[in-house]
C-alpha cells in the first residue's frame, strides 16, 4: 500500500493532531511540535478512508467548476438538468437554442460565455418574477421589485425597502433550490435577522426547505462556470 502522501505539514504549539483537504485536494497536517513522524503516519493509516474519500470529492468539484471552452459535447445545467452543447455551423451568428440540447452557432463560438449569460438572464427574468410573485402570493407577502445579480457567492438579498435581488446563476440549479432562495429573501421581509422566528418562516414559505439548502452548500461550485 502506498504512502500517504502530505502536502503540507504545519508544526505548531498544538496539543492535537487535525488533518484538512483544501479545495484543491491537497492534505494539509497540523501537528504538535514534538509529535514523532511514525505517530503522525499512524494516524494518517487509522484516516486512508476519510483522506481518499475526501480528496476524491475535491477533484471531482475542481472538475465540474472547471471554466467552460463552449465545444460540442461540454454540458451545461438548465433547471438541475444536465444538457449537451452541439456547436452547428451557420453562415451567420445565431442566438443559443435549447432543445433536446443547447445549439451554438460555429461563429460564435469565441463569445459563447457572453451567449450562454445573456440566455441564462433571459431565463431568470421570467422564471424568477413569475415564482416570485406566485410565492409572495400565497404568503401576503409584498416586494417593490426583483432585480439580478452577477455575485461569484452570493445568491440573494432583501434591501431594506423591500427590493429581492437573485443571482442569475440559480437558473443552473433545481427549481426547489430557486424556491429557497426565493423564500429566503422573502422571509427577510418580515424577519430582518436569521433568527429561529426567521427560519420558521422559510418553513412556512417552503416546507421542508432544508434539502434545497443543502443541494445549494453542497453543489454551489457548478453554478460559478461562468
Same mark, same amino acid.
Given at each position: ?12 504549539? =498544538?496539543?492535537? !493532531? #487535525?488533518?484538512?483537504? *483544501?479545495?484543491?485536494? &491537497?492534505?494539509?497536517?497540523? $501537528?504538535?511540535? %514534538? ?65 433536446? =440540447?443547447?445549439? !451554438? #452557432?460555429?461563429?460564435? *463560438?469565441?463569445?459563447? &460565455?457572453?451567449?450562454?449569460? $445573456?440566455?441564462? %438572464? ?77 427560519? &420558521? ?26
Amino acid at each position: 500500500m502506498t504512502e500517504i502522501k502530505i502536502d503540507q505539514m504545519v508544526r505548531s504549539s =498544538r496539543r492535537s !493532531l #487535525s488533518l484538512e483537504i *483544501t479545495p484543491e485536494a &491537497r492534505l494539509v497536517v497540523r $501537528a504538535p511540535k %514534538r509529535m514523532r513522524e511514525e505517530d503522525i503516519r499512524r494516524f494518517l493509516e487509522k484516516k486512508r478512508g476519510w483522506i481518499c474519500a475526501k480528496q476524491k470529492l475535491m477533484r471531482q468539484k475542481c472538475a465540474e467548476a472547471r471554466p467552460k471552452a463552449f465545444v460540442t459535447g461540454e454540458r451545461f445545467l438548465y433547471l438541475g438538468r444536465e444538457y449537451a452543447l452541439q456547436v452547428v455551423d451557420a453562415a451567420q451568428d445565431r442566438p443559443l437554442e435549447l432543445r433536446d =440540447r443547447f445549439y !451554438l #452557432s460555429a461563429v460564435g *463560438t469565441s463569445g459563447g &460565455r457572453r451567449a450562454f449569460i $445573456a440566455w441564462y %438572464r433571459e431565463q431568470a427574468r421570467a422564471y424568477m418574477s413569475a415564482r416570485a410573485a406566485e410565492l409572495a402570493g400565497a404568503a401576503g407577502l409584498r416586494y417593490t421589485r426583483l432585480t439580478l445579480s452577477s455575485a461569484r457567492t452570493r445568491w440573494g438579498s432583501c434591501s431594506p425597502g423591500g427590493s429581492l435581488r437573485l443571482n442569475w446563476r440559480l437558473m443552473m440549479a433545481p427549481p426547489e433550490v430557486i424556491d429557497y432562495v426565493l423564500a429566503h429573501e422573502l422571509a427577510h421581509l418580515e424577519v430582518k435577522n436569521h433568527s429561529p422566528r426567521f427560519w &420558521r418562516r422559510v418553513e412556512d414559505l417552503l416546507p421542508g426547505y432544508e434539502k434545497a439548502a443543502a443541494w445549494l452548500r453542497a453543489a454551489h461550485h457548478r453554478l460559478s462556470v461562468l
